[in-house]
């Protein structure tokens, strides 16, 4: 499922990025977004949405939530 999809404050396992951007790659890397990373979803905004990764939160929009699988 997508992150745009996730249920609020239930913790999930990034199972895959999928872009063909490699600057959208590097810069959700850079937030701790990659494959097998534990990621929350804080909160549902029209958009996009609110993750907790590692020990950071960060607002990211509805193309980079649904790049997200989990």
């Known amino acids: ?32 977004c990659y ?7 804080i909160n549902h905004l029209r958009g996009g949405c609110i993750i907790a990764v590692k020990n950071g939160r960060y607002t990211i929009d509805k193309e980079l939530a649904s790049a997200i699988a989990v």
């Open 1 to 32: 499922m997508k992150l745009t999809e996730a249920k609020i404050g239930t913790p999930y396992v990034i199972e895959q990025i999928v872009t063909d951007d490699e600057e959208l790659d590097a810069f959700l890397f850079s937030l701790g």
């Open 35 to 41: 494959v097998g990373e534990p990621v929350t979803v």
